[in-house]
């Protein structure tokens, strides 16, 4: 029921009738309790509603019903004057060191398929230009003072998830209530204006107690993105995780996953293993570059002796080759052209043009690129 100051003042008539026995008389405690009573109630100028024991007979909204309250404050404002309304108010201080809560509830679902709240907050706005928040944490340290710490939302599990069998814990869950529910977004950094309250990063894993170990950093796999799945200033993830904008100067991307595995390094040098029977060589220069399975080669070498009219000139690959091309070439003694094949695994012939043959002082200059494993 609804406890107002004229039912307290007509229980005190009621229950304190007159007797003048003794220095402090039943008509004092009268006079004094309905003071009491005036001076609880003339600060509560709004229609407030308690109930101990049963259901508030407003049903609070946004909930389902019917809604049993052991304890119920119910209240309705129309109250536009300066300051804040706290309708329920606690604040704690304390100079020691023992942990102190101002506010502490627990929701322990104990029975088979159970269902149990700690905490159940809910803001609505529901007027033009209306403003609601359903929880609002205010935290800081105070300024001059070292080695504080202020956590604004602290969220720690409890168990053991592997304990059991198909266990689910989740720190921050965002859904909807129903069709029309709609997010705009999940989470927000902002800044007031005021100051830069950022000094590190907006998102940081810790390592208090080790370091974090975990199978995914980020996991956007059932989630479709109609713009991007990560945007920042300068570098953009397409919503299939293509980089669309930016220049990605991280580490390599392996093959596998449709990189290159490149990390930027130059050219590297191979051992070529000219073959001749009745030729010497000396080798000029002998590079190559692989990108995935694909490698470019540049040769250059020499025909030192020759003993007798030989062709074709063979050499090995850096690398293996997955599928048969050819490189072109130049012969510098005479610019003529040379053609040179290389097939699997490691083998490649080099030709002089009309099937002429090397001599003494021709001086061989190739170039390409093939398939490699």
Do not use: H
């Amino acid at each position: 029921m609804t406890i107002t100051q004229a039912f307290l003042t007509s229980e005190i008539s009621s229950l304190w009738p007159d007797n003048t026995i003794g220095s402090i008389t039943p008509a004092n405690a009268r006079t004094t309790l309905t003071d009491m009573v005036t001076a609880i109630f003339q600060t509560v100028s709004q229609n407030i509603s308690i109930s101990v024991g049963s259901a508030d007979p407003t049903i609070p909204p946004t909930q389902n019903t019917p809604a049993t309250q052991s304890i119920a404050v119910g209240g309705s404002y129309d109250d536009s004057s300066s300051g804040n309304i706290f309708q329920i108010s606690s604040w704690a201080d304390n100079t020691g060191t023992r942990p102190t809560v101002a506010i502490f509830g627990q929701g322990r679902a104990q029975g088979v398929s159970g269902r149990a709240w700690g905490g159940n907050f809910v803001g609505y706005a529901g007027n033009t230009g209306a403003f609601a928040q359903a929880v609002e944490i205010d935290y800081g340290v105070s300024n001059g003072i070292s080695f504080q710490q202020a956590w604004g939302l602290s969220l720690n599990v409890g168990g053991n998830t592997a304990g059991g069998g198909s266990n689910t814990t989740i720190g921050i869950n965002f859904d909807s209530l129903g069709t029309g529910g709609t997010v705009t977004n999940a989470i927000r950094f902002n800044n007031a204006g005021l100051a830069q309250p950022y000094a590190n990063a907006l998102i940081l894993a810790g390592n208090d107690g080790g370091a974090i170990t975990a199978p995914l950093g980020l996991d956007f796999s059932s989630a479709l993105f109609g713009t991007a799945a990560i945007k920042t200033n300068g570098f953009v993830l397409g919503p299939t995780g293509t980089i669309t904008s930016g220049v990605w100067n991280g580490t390599t991307v392996a093959v596998s996953s449709g990189g290159t595995g490149d990390t930027g390094t130059a050219w590297g040098t191979f051992v070529p293993a000219l073959v001749s029977s009745n030729a010497t060589f000396t080798v000029n220069s002998a590079r190559f570059k692989t990108l995935g399975k694909t490698t470019w080669i540049q040769l250059d070498f020499t025909i030192t002796a020759i003993n007798a009219a030989t062709q074709p000139i063979a050499f090995t690959t850096p690398n293996t080759v997955n599928s048969t091309a050819t490189l072109a070439g130049l012969n510098t003694n005479g610019n003529t052209g040379v053609q040179c094949v290389v097939f699997n695994p490691t083998t490649a012939n080099v030709y002089k043009d009309g099937a002429a043959n090397f001599a003494t002082n021709d001086r061989i200059v190739l170039a390409g690129v093939y398939e490699s494993t």
